[in-house]
T-cell receptor, first 110, second 113 residues
């Protein structure tokens, strides 16, 4: 079973920041938080991952709370092409498989 | 560079038939994974290869499903005596090693009539 809880859907205006929350209250010390997204009819696309510290790359920023029980994925300037289902996944260090939940369907509106 | 590729992109078959789905991982990636995604659900793990061997096949639903990776690169997922419930998108992913980030292919949409 997925170890994360995400809202089923969110809306965001084009050009604004999209902040996608994820709860993972049972996360263990060696478990990473991964984010993927899936645009309609495509395979999941890796976005970012982190363990304890906040992370940033060219796609997004990942903010992990100090107690590691929740995190937020931030898309700083959402575009229409960011409309997708976003999956937050807790992955045990050394574990091979990803356990997906149902994710958050983000709709970016013009 | 080239990403993960999967063929065919779509496969329509009749109940009871045998199908093969192919995955070409990213060059140099030793780990390869198969997932299955039903409509409205997230992907579900099927099997993981490290090199040529299946390191974890705990997600295969029954013995009609089998996968091989004979040379440690291309993998084939084989489904015998297909059932309508097997209809789904079959996704393949690869990673540099078993603990690294997984990169997914576009998937094969299987429809069993």
């Amino acid at each position: 079973d997925a170890k994360t809880t995400q809202p089923p859907s969110m809306d965001c205006a084009e050009g604004r920041a999209a902040n996608l929350p994820c709860n993972h209250s049972t996360i263990s010390g060696n478990e990473y938080v991964y984010w993927y997204r899936q645009i309609h009819s495509q395979g999941p696309q890796y976005i970012i991952h982190g363990l304890k510290n906040n992370e940033t790359n060219e796609m997004a920023s990942l903010i992990i709370t100090e107690d590691r029980k929740s995190s937020t994925l931030i898309l700083p300037h959402a575009t229409l092409r960011d409309t997708a289902v976003y999956y937050c996944i807790v992955r045990q260090g050394g574990s091979e498989k990803l356990v997906f939940g149902k994710g958050t369907k983000l709709t970016v509106n013009p | 560079g080239a990403g993960v590729s999967q063929t065919p992109s779509n496969k329509v078959t009749e109940k009871g038939k045998y199908v093969e789905l192919r995955c070409d991982p990213i060059s140099g990636h030793t780990a390869l994974y198969w997932y299955r995604q039903s409509l409205g659900q997230g992907p579900e793990f099927l099997i993981y290869f490290q090199g040529t061997g299946a390191a974890d096949d705990s997600g295969l639903p029954n013995d009609r499903f089998f996968a091989v990776r004979p040379e440690g690169s291309v993998s084939t997922l084989k489904i015998q005596r297909t059932e309508r419930g097997d209809s789904a998108v079959y996704l393949c992913a690869s990673s540099l090693n078993g603990e690294d980030t997984q990169y997914f292919g576009p998937g094969t949409r299987l429809t069993v009539l």
